[in-house]
Structure formats: structure tokens, C-alpha cells
């Protein structure tokens, strides 16, 4: 017996082009990696933060590559309003883009979804959100949509409780619920400078106030600053700074 409710689903597409129909709709979202849909002749790649909608019946292949995942989201005809099935008919091409507000959200529910299996109401009460939720992108096409921002004072935050560590891009883009790639081009079109060069920079303030602050050894001072040895430490004070710690010490 067909469900009535609308479902979703993460999983990973076979690397094989699959082609197919069902007789239900189907939006599908790019979470990781890259995979690509051919919907009516119209063929897209598919990446984190953008998604195609398929209407019933309709025939469409699609294939990804080696660490794809994607949030499938199943809404059968009786339960449906058709507001997605008009979309994809009236679309030019079915295909959409999520602004960072509702990537954010979509990751947060599908997030506890995940930890909440058990709890049939509430994967329930999710599943129709996040269709909710895309269909609102469908009717409203993020083109129109400002340049969203991201939250530094966050980042700022937990780079600076872990200035002593290694802290990757992938982290950083993990606060906010975004992909590596869409992070890495945020985060330098807002700051001017990519992700890496921003770290650094903090874990050079950040050592320069203990030289002010505190009569420490440099190699003590890069260690808390989160770099591997004294020399990698003086090398990138040197290049941004114009000179070595050692100078910097001797003015205090």
C-alpha cells in the first residue's frame, strides 16, 4: 500500500546512470560530493545547496560520484497539493538553488531526524517541514534573494577556543551547515581572504598578546598558538609581520 506522508531519505547515488520513474514526486537536494540528473533532455549537475524537482511519471536518469549524498524527499499524488508537480511542468528546468538560511535549517532537521528514528511523529513533523521548506524555494527563487552572511562572531568564537589545535575548513563550514566548496567562496567574497590565511592571522594576534603579556619562551608561545614547531612559528610571523618574534620581544 502506497505511504500517504510525505518522506525523505539521505543516501548516496550509484555511480551507474540510473534511469527511471515513480508515481509519486520528488524533489532531491545535493548535500556532498556532486551528482547529475537529466530530467525531459535537461541535463545538471547537482552540488551542495542546489536540487531538482521531479514531477510523477516522468522519466529522468541520474549518477554520482564516489562521496555523493543527497536528501531525496518523496511526497505521493493523494497527499500532494501539486505545488511541486506545477513547478516542475511550468520550470524551464526543474532545477532550483537554496539560499543559506534554508540550507541551514535543512541540515539541522535531517540532523535530528537521524538521531530520532525511533520517533515516528517526529520524522513525520520533519519530513513535512523540509517539503515545506523546499517548496518554498521552488515558489520563491533565490536569485531574488540577498547575499546571505556569515556568522564571524561564531567563527571567531570557536577558532579562538581552539587556537591551540588544528582547525580545518571543514570544521569552520560544519558551525554554519555549509559544504566546503560553498564556505571557501562565502567566506572569502565576505572576509577578502580565504578560511586558512584567516586562522593564521588569529593565531599571530594571538601570540603577539602573549609576547606582550606574558615572559614565556616563543617555543611555549607557539605551541598555545597552534603551531608545530618555533620555526614554522617565526616564519609566519616574519612574512606578515616584517620581522621575527625575537625583535617583537626585545621592544617589550
Do not use: W
Not at 556568522?151 to 582547525?167: E, N
Not at 603551531?227 to 606578515?240: E, G, H, P, T, V
Amino acid at each position: 500500500m502506497e505511504n500517504a506522508t510525505t518522506t525523505f531519505n539521505i543516501v548516496s547515488l550509484s555511480d551507474s546512470m540510473t534511469r527511471h520513474a515513480h508515481n509519486y514526486h520528488q524533489m532531491v537536494v545535493g548535500l556532498t560530493g556532486q551528482s547529475e540528473f537529466d530530467i525531459k533532455g535537461i541535463r545538471k549537475g547537482l552540488l551542495a545547496g542546489t536540487g531538482c524537482a521531479v514531477s510523477a511519471n516522468v522519466e529522468h536518469s541520474f549518477y554520482g560520484d564516489h562521496d555523493n549524498q543527497v536528501l531525496v524527499v518523496n511526497t505521493p499524488l493523494r497527499c500532494s497539493d501539486n505545488s511541486m508537480a506545477l513547478f516542475a511542468e511550468s520550470s524551464r528546468t526543474g532545477y532550483f538553488n537554496l539560499d543559506l538560511r534554508t540550507q541551514q535549517l535543512i541540515s539541522l532537521l535531517t540532523a535530528e531526524a537521524q538521531q530520532s528514528k525511533i520517533d515516528t511523529g517526529l520524522c513525520n513533523s520533519i519530513s513535512q517541514t523540509i517539503f515545506y521548506l523546499l517548496k518554498r524555494s521552488l515558489i520563491s527563487p533565490t536569485q531574488e534573494r540577498p547575499t546571505p552572511r556569515l556568522d564571524i562572531t561564531l567563527i571567531d568564537s570557536y577558532i579562538q577556543q581552539h587556537l591551540d589545535k588544528k582547525i580545518s575548513v571543514a570544521e569552520l563550514a560544519s558551525l554554519v551547515f555549509l559544504a566546503q566548496s560553498q564556505f571557501y567562496l562565502l567566506f572569502k567574497e565576505q572576509i577578502g581572504i580565504t578560511p586558512h590565511q584567516y586562522v593564521l592571522r588569529k593565531r599571530l594576534e594571538f601570540a603577539k598578546q602573549l609576547i606582550l603579556g606574558q615572559r614565556m619562551p616563543l617555543s611555549q608561545i607557539a605551541q598555545l598558538s597552534g603551531f608545530s614547531s618555533q620555526s614554522s612559528f617565526s616564519q609566519a610571523f616574519r612574512r606578515l609581520y616584517g620581522h621575527p618574534p625575537t625583535r617583537y620581544q626585545d621592544y617589550v
